[in-house]
């Protein structure tokens, strides 16, 4: 079955640093969601991409999707304390199955 | 708009025992979707249930099951509960599921004992 792999799993890093996660998929995907799930809360949508080498922007977050849609990533430039949390991705299969979830990348942000 | 509800927070029970979860989707979703989420593990889904019908189903025992009923509310229920069943058990709710973003609550912590 689908399978999506993310990495790294964890990530501790120094304020104002930029920080990636991979997100890649053993099937090509109709479409990608990140989501960001804070300490003790619930995974809160952030985007969706669905074309084939696609990028958005939201202020300093930046998400690719891959040109064959098997991969995508999601990068923080200049991170700050309000960053830390858990980011996954989750990838629906071209014949519109579930939603596969990755394990998740834990971001810690050190002041 | 309120948002998914889920209910209770935190249950605690036994092996052996079962247990029946609760979700209301925000006021207009119809598909609802169930995760369990543990450390390390990311979400797994169990099931999604779409007008009344399981759409899709995940790879977990018989003994978990759910069902939703005509105002798209759902519930989950776990019978004869391992050690393993610990774990945060998300719904999340859209208007029609498939590729549409969802919409999580707050999620129901269950631990066995």
């Known amino acids: 079955g689908q399978q999506v792999m993310q990495i790294p799993q964890y990530q501790h890093v120094q304020e104002g640093e930029d920080f990636t996660t991979y997100c890649n998929s053993s099937t090509t995907l109709s479409n990608i969601q990140w989501y960001k799930q804070r300490p003790g809360g619930h995974p809160v949508f952030l985007i969706q991409?669905?074309?084939?080498?696609e990028v958005k922007k939201q202020k300093r977050l930046t998400f690719q999707f891959g040109e064959a849609k098997k991969n995508s990533s999601l990068h923080i430039t200049a991170t700050q304390t309000t960053d830390v949390g858990t980011y996954f991705c989750a990838g629906e299969g071209e014949y519109g199955n579930k939603l596969v979830f990755g394990a998740g990348t834990i971001l810690r942000v050190k002041s | 708009k309120a948002g998914v509800t889920q209910t209770p927070r935190y249950l605690i029970k036994t092996r052996g025992q079962q247990v029946t979860l609760s979700c209301s989707p925000i006021s207009g979703h119809r598909s609802v979707s169930w995760y369990q989420q543990t450390p390390g593990q990311g979400l797994q889904f169990l099931f999604e249930y779409f007008s009344e019908t399981q759409r899709n189903k995940g790879n977990f025992p018989g003994r978990f099951s759910g069902r939703q009923f005509s105002n798209s509310r759902s519930e989950m229920n776990v019978s004869t509960l391992e050690l393993g069943d610990s774990a945060l058990y998300l719904c999340?709710?859209?208007?029609?599921?498939?590729?549409?973003?969802?919409?999580f609550g707050d999620g129901t912590r269950l631990s066995i004992l």
């Open positions: 991409l669905v074309k084939s080498g």
């Open positions: 999340a709710s859209s208007f029609t599921g498939g590729s549409q973003p969802q919409h």
